[in-house]
């Protein structure tokens, strides 16, 4: 097979052979591993060759029912093994060698700090031995690892340990059985010396599993914001979803090599460092949070995701989708519902939408891919996500549970599609779903044109609802989309119209491309609020004034509405003003009246006004247009901040000394997080303008940190506004953290954001510090990441010096680690958008790659895709 074709979802087709037991044998060394694979064979098509997938692997042998195959009886190219005459039902024994420490990609089996760890997802699983590398194909896995003792005690893989002993030469050996089926993509081995933390969860049924962190020497105490998380989440699944675990183990080990976040192998999770390690003077209430859902998310993967898991790997969605829809309810459930609503939806109208916009749009269950990696995306995960939040909104909890209840019973231990989730779903919840299903077929964001009506006479609300859907990378034409739209109704004097169902929001079901609807008992003067909680993944076109805005975040009763209307005022209040000259620009008083308010009210949440009282970001504000204005958008956006920062100055001093007062005293840990965020938002604003004042209040906080919250909001306040303190507060901060690496991303991070005109210099010279790696994902996506994906000034300098440098540091990375070059090169694929001069530096750079000999996989497909045929 051609490494550079695509496939299709349509062309599926059925497993030619079924492997229903597999015994793995690892001897492991650092600069030559070999595997033993020992599978069991049955044909399904009688006849057919038996063709496996492998990838940079040596051949050493290969056998059917011990009987050693000669080289005419297999060939073998850089993507297959074909055997072409093979019996009905056989054993298969294939060795392979491999060299683990050169395998900086970080797929298949590679050397993490001394430690050998394997990842699978998607194709890694061929990078260690010839075999079916398909999620439909699932089999029993024992694997026997033999390796030094004292270099590595802990040998780990998925299920039970059966058995384990010395050998010779102080080599020592376990043996792992995982009693339930799997595809190869969940298979997982560890081997190396960690400390370890050991808990253990009862669960609903009385089944006693033990829980087992692994994690670098000295890190034990880190790992216990993690342990507990995981516990909130084994409790929650089970009361919130009905679903237990099912294994006596659960382990997580943390690497500092990982390419994505962490990964859900079955009851061996191997996780990113930055998701189990933190403590409060090395790690943010971000931090934190991301932890305890990426720790929640991998968990619920044990059903959603494993027990059922994908049929082919256009159905990734399938337990992506649904798995982040679990984790952000499982954050809800545990934290406030409306901070976690509004985070995932900053998500879906940066990223996300960006991404539906532009060349790599894509429908949740994608029709075509080349690479796979480059499909986990913010559509499959995130809008994914949102689909399930819709079918969730339509039928409600309890249907909705009904649905998620059938779907276990009818699919448990099988490779499923999308499709036969919804079919579960229509069957459980009781809905038509047939509609619903161009959610997982068309891609791109619609967009949902309302008109209103008000008639006086009869009370009555028309609201005329238009669908407006672009064709983008669809083939044929569009069918309409089923959507919950949840309206609110705010009268005149601030209160909410109550609905027949005794509640201040109905749902409307908009299915057809142009609909009315009509709302009765509406008093005159009335505002409608649409979209409550973002119940679609929509764009919405409805110009409401700033007068109806400013009482929307005022009164409504819902506070993802609320916020949302802060964020439209801001909004309106920065494009109003791209196109003037800097000595024209205004803001109306009123906005301005509006957020002073939103900053003096102490009885709203502080993590809300934080929110509120936060600019939408440039990625938000770019994917407004079609033809993006990079210096209208940010000498708008830098203009509406000052001005704000100036207009509400003394209010913003008072809100930080109280928040920081609070904090002296409170011990509410959730309070404290929300008054941290809030007093660290202020600091952004009161530090916009540089003088010896607010340098002085940066010094202050940093120097009295007691967390690293407040020390890093200080650090990287101090660089992004340019403040007199900032080089003293970051040779500080480097100083202090050096030989932490987590933290030394911070640091990279802030210096990537920098505005200054000298940024690329100081990350090229960053290159070379002792605490920055090539081969290190998380140092490369801190501080050429926060680059080209943070630092929209400097990456859109009008030179095109920014696209130069990202396109060298991808030309390396190519060679590297091609999945993170990948990962890194989206900024430049909106080239299309960007108006003036800089599209064609931006193209230029696209076509310098396109011309890179051994152009990778991972990025031929993306820059195929931005350039077009
Ligand atoms: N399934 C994991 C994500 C993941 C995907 C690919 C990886 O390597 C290529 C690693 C992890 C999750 O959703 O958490
Ligand atoms: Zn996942």
């Known amino acids: 097979m051609n490494a550079n074709t695509k496939q299709y979802l349509k062309d599926y087709t059925t497993p030619s052979h079924q492997i229903d037991q597999i015994e793995l044998e690892f001897t492991l060394q650092e600069q030559q591993t070999t595997i033993t694979a020992n599978s069991k064979v049955v044909s399904l098509e009688k006849g057919g060759p038996l063709v496996l997938n492998g990838q940079d692997l040596e051949l050493v042998s290969i056998a059917i029912n011990q009987q050693v195959l000669a080289v005419s009886q297999y060939s073998v190219d850089d993507e297959e093994l074909v055997i072409t005459d093979v019996p009905d039902q056989f054993e298969l024994t294939i060795v392979t060698r491999l060299d683990p420490s050169k395998n900086t990609k970080l797929e298949g089996l ?23 590398d ?16 004292t270099k590595f005690p802990y040998l780990l893989s998925n299920g039970n340990k059966v058995d384990s002993g010395d050998m010779p030469n102080n080599q020592h050996f376990a043996v792992w059985h995982d009693p339930h089926k799997k595809p190869a993509y969940l298979f997982a081995l560890v081997a190396g010396d960690f400390d370890l933390l050991k808990d253990n969860f009862v669960t609903r049924s009385g089944r006693d599993v033990a829980l087992e962190f692994f994690v670098d020497k000295g890190n034990k105490d880190k790992a216990n914001h993690a342990m507990a998380s995981l516990k909130r989440a084994m409790t929650w699944d089970e009361q919130r979803f009905n679903l237990e675990y099912d294994l006596d183990i659960y382990m997580v080990v943390a690497v500092d090599f990982f390419n994505m976040g962490a990964m859900e192998n079955k009851g061996l999770n191997v996780f990113n460092s930055k998701f189990v390690l933190a403590d409060v003077a090395s790690a943010t209430d971000s931090d ?24 082919d790997w256009f159905q990734l969605s399938l337990k992506e989708g649904l798995t982040v829809f679990r984790d952000q309810e499982f954050s809800a459930d545990v934290g406030s519902r409306a901070v976690n609503r509004i985070d995932a939806v900053k998500v879906m109208r940066s990223n996300q939408f960006a991404e539906d916009a532009g060349p790599m749009s894509h429908p949740i269950r994608p029709n075509e891919v080349m690479e796979m990696n480059n499909f986990y995306t913010v559509t499959v995960y995130n809008k994914g996500a949102e689909v399930i939040r819709m079918l969730h909104t339509l039928v409600g909890e309890q249907r909705f549970q009904a649905g998620m209840a059938n779907y276990v019973l009818r699919f448990d231990g099988q490779a499923v599609t999308c499709d036969d989730f919804i079919d579960a779903m229509e069957q459980g919840a009781e809905i038509d779903l047939s509609q619903f299903k161009n959610w997982y077929s068309q891609s791109g964001t619609p967009t949902i044109d309302i008109v209103q009506q008000y008639d006086v006479a009869t009370h009555q609300l028309t609201l005329k609802v238009n669908q407006l859907l ?34 201040t929001s109905v749902v409307l079901e908009i299915n057809e ?23 679609a993944p929509v764009k919405m076109a409805y110009d409401y004034s ?83 204005d990079v210096d209208g958008i940010i000498g708008a956006r830098d203009f509406v901040k000052l001005t704000l920062a100036t207009h509400l100055h003394q209010a913003l001093l008072v809100r930080y000394q109280h928040c920081d007062n609070e904090l002296l005293h409170t011990d509410d840990a959730a309070r404290a997080v929300g008054l941290r965020a809030l007093k660290n938002t202020v600091l952004g604003l009161i530090t916009v303008t540089e003088n010896s004042d607010t340098s002085q209040l940066l010094v202050d906080q940093f120097a009295r940190a007691t967390n690293m919250t407040d020390a890093f909001s200080a650090l990287s306040y101090a660089v992004v506004n340019n403040a007199l303190c900032a080089e003293a507060l970051l040779n500080d901060f480097e100083q202090t953290w050096s030989d932490n690496g987590l933290v030394m991303d911070k640091w990279f991070a802030a210096i990537g954001a920098s505005p200054q005109d000298c940024v690329i210099e ?37 030179n095109g010096q920014g696209y130069v440098f990202l396109t060298d540091q991808l030309i390396a990375l190519n060679e590297i680690n091609p999945q993170i070059a990948a990962r890194l090169i989206t900024p430049l694929m ?40």
């Open 110 to 132: 590679y050397v993490s700090d001394g430690a050998f760890c394997t990842q699978c997802e998607a194709q890694g699983f061929r990078r260690i031995t010839f075999y079916l």
């Open 470 to 503: 672009e064709q983008g990378n669809n083939e044929g034409p569009l069918a309409p989309f089923h959507l919950p739209m949840m309206v609110e109704v705010i009268c005149s004097d601030g209160t909410s119209l109550t609905f027949a169902t005794g509640k």
């Open 513 to 535: 491309m142009a609909q009315t609807f009509i709302i009765d008992d509406v008093p005159s003067g009335a505002t409608a609020v649409f979209f409550g909680d973002f119940s």
């Open 762 to 798: 100081k990350v090229k010279q960053l290159f070379n510090h002792k605490a920055f790696s090539w081969q290190n994902p998380n140092r490369v996506r801190s501080l050429i990441g926060s680059f080209s994906g943070n630092n929209q000034r400097q990456f859109h300098a009008e």
């Open 288 to 311: 934190f949070h991301g932890i305890e859902s990426v720790i929640g998310h991998e968990y619920f993967h044990n059903w959603t995701g494993n027990r059922i898991t994908c049929r």
């Open 134 to 149: 398909r999620p439909d194909v699932m089999a029993t896995f024992t694997t026997k690892i033999v390796a030094d003792k």
């Open 546 to 628: 700033d007068a109806q805005l400013s009482h929307i975040l005022a009164h409504s009763n819902n506070e993802f509405s609320r916020w949302d209307s802060a964020q439209q005022l801001l909004t309106s209040a920065i494009v109003n003003n791209i196109k003037l000259a800097a000595s024209e620009r205004r803001i109306a008083p009123s906005i301005l009246e509006s957020l002073q308010l939103v900053v003096t009210d102490d009885s709203l949440d502080p993590a809300l006004v934080a929110l509120m009282v936060e600019l939408p970001s440039l990625g938000t504000l770019f994917e407004l247009f079609d033809e993006v």
């Open 830 to 869: 909106a080239w299309r958008k960007i108006s003036g001069p800089r599209q064609l530096l931006m193209r230029d750079q696209l076509i310098r790659l396109q011309k890179l000999p051994n152009l990778a996989k991972d990025l031929v497909e993306k820059v195929e895709m931005s350039l077009g045929k």
